[in-house]
């Protein structure tokens, strides 16, 4: 189960509490895809408790982004760990949606 934060009716902010992997996917599948409906502008994910993601967890992250993009709205990922944030960019997802690394 992830926390969420309505920061705007246009906007909110998703932490997952554990890692994007296995029957934690179609958990936070669903949470995600619950904000999407809403028609927000801007879906910003906390990757601050995250530390493992896997090929299916990426696919709810390229989903998300085509449907906002659809919407004219975005999608943010922070405070991403070193090995995600490599991940993510030698899959070039950096390039679909906004990445940022974790602050020291």
């Known amino acids: ?13 998703i932490c997952p ?3 994007i992997a296995g029957g934690e996917v179609q958990k936070f ?20 408790k995250v530390e493992i993601i ?3 967890g990426i696919g709810v992250f390229i989903s998300a982004q085509n449907t906002l993009k659809k919407q004219n709205g975005i999608l943010k990922v922070v405070n ?7 991940m993510f960019k030698i899959m070039r997802l950096d390039k679909h ?8």
Do not use: W
């Open 17 to 19: 509490e554990t890692d």
């Open 29 to 48: 599948r669903g949470e995600i895809l619950e904000l999407i409906n809403e028609k927000l502008q801007k879906v910003t994910v906390d990757f601050s």
């Open 54 to 56: 896997d090929s299916s």
């Open 97 to 104: 949606f906004d990445v940022s690394g974790r602050s020291a």
């Open 1 to 13: 189960m992830s926390q969420i934060n309505r920061i705007s009716s246009g906007e909110a902010i």
């Open 80 to 86: 991403v760990s070193p090995d995600i944030l490599k």
